[in-house]
């Protein structure tokens, strides 16, 4: 609740400084943003220092974009709060049915008695006097009992979620005071019942009308409906109203219930787009930042031509269906012969290959293990630097020349601070010549995570350079991984993960299949992960330009495939659960001879026909940079009845992961190239967090910038070892090579480049038995004796 008071108080200070926003909206996102921070990396006398119009202009910005972030932040404790309440309430569920097990048991018992009694011999007379001495008095035991079990049923919680609605109502009503909701659509029914319960939330009423007689007693008597009740779903709408069919309309609701109804039907609102926030930069209108329909129809035949693909509806369809006809085709005549696949009590299974032994990988690591001299991660930075000058992108926010003493030294120090997460204070004391503001100083005002990503793209252009890595992968290829980091739970990105255990945020990268990592987010525990999949390659800037993407189950989203089809990028997740996996026919009319019981649905190409110009306008406007791929992939991530394009990607994505089901069935080197791929992004999870020896793992910031910063900083540490690995890797493989060792290719292709036995992490330590301590006294005083 402090939280929450501070960001509100400093939402309306930020309000009445909202100046020149028209102007700010005529600037490139990109431009408003930079502006913003280099305002933010300046102090009041450097500020002062500038021109009137650069000051001013600057100014504006950060106002600007501090009030856009913190309705982001306000948005993002909304759905927290309300994403733990219904979590919160599954789990009660579950609870609640466990306990009354034995209630449901003696039900079913019941109902057993009751048919066996009117199936019984006899007339018809007889059988029911049977039932009513099964029933007895306790019918109406048992409909209390029935209508208890059916609150519940088809998995519903709501009922439970009043409980934990109670302690969150105060601090959710003053989130819908400050921000500024608006409806995407002409469609504004939730937006009224948002305005309804403001009105209301001082009722002590259990019920609130929303029926209103005009004319009462006379013959122009009618009755006006207050709200448009059809966006309630199926499950709330008997808690809601208290009536099992939605007609006739009701005259009264339950107040409390319809409450947590419009609530959670604004977290699901803001999910998928159909509601934003006005002057929010990551919950806004997602139609402002697409292309213009003009700007399409010139953009969108060049790009037909770039990726081999019709633009022109019926076109693309047909090239679609026949790709995924030809597929199953394959699939289906391949079935037969493929050994390590069948159907075991008619579920598909996949027999894993035994592992492939390589002679001679355990001998050549252990050469390699003996000749790596031992160094110090400084030093490996230091040496990567000298060779490549990666820190040259640091700099002031403004683009000037760094006016420090020795700033090679600052920057360095401060990405060995903050990518081994060790702070200031820390590294200040063991590092030789730094105090810690001079750490800070640089962290703060000189590195940003675009000169971060900079750093590490030089670092990868040269590692290409390499030829080791080329037997490793052909940069092709990349997979994708999070890992848990661990940060303080009084966060805005700090949340529970089942999946991880614990508090905290997911460090998430994108690594090459030559292993070194391309690309890192840090992203809150909550996100559907594989929203920020496609991010990763389209703002990669090194010259390793992988077109393929393997990741885990995290992957293996409709929409996530549709997107990336249209992006050019082949989508290639690890596979689990087939189980829940439904797969699409071409034709309800087609049948296969192998395969025809995976398949259960029929694509529904006509909604792909209809709105595939609009799947290329989001398309295209992510390829000009004008929204991110994880803006659209946060709304289509969420059904939504509204949402038509969501729909739209979902079938197509459909027909895509369908397609490539059947390409995984078939291909067995397939399947292992993409468990290798995704083995890599594993391991470099673990290499990364090796590097990450400080503060005892956990992120001691509560600034989002600064973790994000912490895993980029950490990153590019990981990066520069790699880089340092490969080129002592090829010098030894070349000394063996020159001393008659047969160094095998298929040998070295089994390598990796992620040792750490040989880095010294904590510097070295001088042991001085020539010391001479301070004079010890056993007799000092701590208290004075009371004078009398």
Known sequence: MTHLKDLVERLHWLAGLQI?????????????????????????????????????????????????????????????????????????????????????????????????????????????????????????????????????????????????????????????????????????????????????????????????????????????????????????????????????????LQRRPFEVCVFSHLLLGLKSGDLYIEGSWEYGDYGQQLISWEQYQ????????????????????????????????????????????????????????????????????????????????????????????????????????????????????????????????????????????????????????????????????????????????????????????????????????????????????????????????????GVWEAVYLLDGLLKNTSEIQPDTIHGDTQSQSATVFALAYLLGIQLMPRIRNWKDLILYRFSSTTRYLHIGQLFSETVNWELIETHLPDMLRVTLSIKAGKIAASTILRKLGTNSSQNKLYRAFHELGCAMRTGFLLQYIHDADLRATIQAATNKSEAFNGFAKWLSFGGEGVIATNNREDQRKIIKYNHLIANCLIFYNVFEMSRILQELARSGYPVESEAVAALSPYWTHHVNRFGIYDLNLDRCPPTLDFDTVIIPAPTR
Not at 64 to 70: C, D
Not at 94 to 118: C, G, H, K, N, P
Not at 513 to 523: E, K, N, P, Q
């Open 20 to 252: 020149g926003t028209v102007v700010l909206n005529q600037l490139p996102e990109v431009k408003r943003k930079h502006f913003a921070e280099e305002a933010k990396a300046l102090d009041a006398p450097r500020m002062r220092q500038m021109s009137i119009l650069k000051r001013y202009t600057l100014a504006v910005a950060l106002l600007n974009a501090q009030y856009a972030r913190t309705l982001d932040d306000l948005a993002e404790m909304f759905i927290r709060q309300m994403q733990q309440m219904h979590h919160r309430g599954k789990e009660a569920l579950a609870m609640l049915r466990q306990e009354t097990q034995a209630r449901t048991d003696s039900l079913i018992a019941t109902l057993r008695d009751v048919v066996a009694a009117f199936q019984g011999e006899g007339e018809i007379a007889q059988r029911f006097a049977d039932i009513e001495t099964v029933i007895g008095d306790q019918g109406p035991t048992l409909l209390e009992a029935c209508d208890a079990h059916l609150a519940y049923v088809g998995n519903n919680y709501f009922p439970l979620l009043q409980t934990f609605y109670k302690s969150q109502r105060s601090a959710l009503f003053r989130l819908l005071d400050v921000l500024p909701l608006r409806s995407i659509t002409q469609n504004t029914s939730l937006i009224e019942a948002i305005k309804f319960i403001l009105q209301h939330r001082h009722s002590r009423s259990a019920s609130v009308s929303v029926v209103q007689t005009e004319h009462p007693g006379t013959d122009e008597e009618r009755h006006i409906h207050l709200l448009d009740l059809s966006w309630i779903s199926q499950k709330w709408w008997a808690l809601v109203t208290g009536q099992r069919k939605r007609t006739p309309y009701p005259s009264t």
């Open 298 to 525: 010139e953009m969108v035949s060049e790009y037909g031509k770039q990726l081999g693909l019709p633009i022109e509806p019926s076109a693309f369809v047909a090239h679609v269906q026949q790709w995924l006809e030809t597929t199953a085709q394959a699939t289906d005549a391949g079935f037969p012969t493929n050994v390590d696949v069948d159907y075991q009590k008619d579920r598909l299974v996949i027999r894993k290959p035994k592992a492939k032994i390589i002679s001679g990988v355990a001998t050549l690591k252990a050469l390699i293990a003996q000749r790596l001299s031992p160094v110090n991660l400084l030093d490996v930075l230091t040496d990567t630097e000298l060779w490549l000058n990666w820190t040259r992108f640091f700099k002031p926010k403004s683009g000037h020349d760094a006016k420090l003493d020795n700033p090679a030294a600052r920057y360095l120090a401060s990405t060995f601070c903050y990518g081994c997460n060790l702070g200031p204070t820390q590294a200040a004391r063991s590092l030789k010549g730094f105090d810690r503001k001079q750490v800070a100083y640089a962290h703060q005002r000189h590195i940003d995570p675009d000169k971060l990503q900079a750093a590490n793209a030089t670092i990868i252009n040269a590692y290409n350079r390499f030829s080791l890595p080329k037997l490793w992968g052909d940069g092709k290829r990349a997979s994708v991984d999070g890992t848990k980091w661990d940060i303080y739970e009084d966060n805005l990105l700090a949340e529970y993960h089942i999946r991880y255990g614990g508090y905290g945020g997911i460090g998430y990268y994108h690594v090459s299949d030559t292993y070194i990592a391309l690309f890192s987010h840090f992203i809150p525990c």
